[in-house]
């Protein structure tokens, strides 16, 4: 049976009609798109073994899900996978562990490890470290760390090392070193006193 429309609901449907094409393209694009979902807070985790060095940054929105990130990353094993469930369970279960402090940042780096507390690796030799200094935002073990980095890193208490310095060769040379790294106008007054005290003595 055929449905007419009376003048009024025809007038109706051509004012809803023009008023639709009178909206702007995102507008249309909006009212059209699907609800979106809403999603739980990306977080940052550190999952390994204690004692171990398999630690890994995770960003994942649960504990749980970056457990089975470690397991993909690490040794290509999906927690999901049957298959998979023998070789999981021998390696056992890795500690999780949120890391509020670094909310909000895109990528994690050595010096983030480093100001967290634990041990990384050093950005020059690559090895393990557990006493890393980090010098102009470098990781840098003790084994890598240059007469430069060491007075560098704390100009407060650097006489011992200009000390060693001088030993090493004469005062002159280690005054033209620290001027040609621009650290002689940085180098407190006490601390220079305290190297010509002892140098002057031996």
Known sequence: METKMNRRELLKSSVSAAAML???KPALAAMSAPVAKATRPMKWFIVGTPGESDWAAILFETA???RAQWFQEKYAL???NPDDAKEIAALGVPE???MPRWSGKSDIFPKDWVLAGF???CERCFDETNSAHIINEEVVCGYCM?????IESDLDDCADHLINMADRSDLESVKAKLVDWGLWE???PSEW???LECVEVA
């Open 186 to 188: 940085k180098i407190p």
């Open 119 to 121: 041990g990384t690796f």
């Open 96 to 98: 999780v562990e949120e």
């Open 193 to 195: 006193a305290d190297v």
């Open 78 to 80: 999906d927690v999901s």
């Open 64 to 66: 749980e899900q970056a």
């Open 146 to 150: 240059t007469d430069r980095d060491w």
């Open 22 to 24: 009178a909206l702007p």
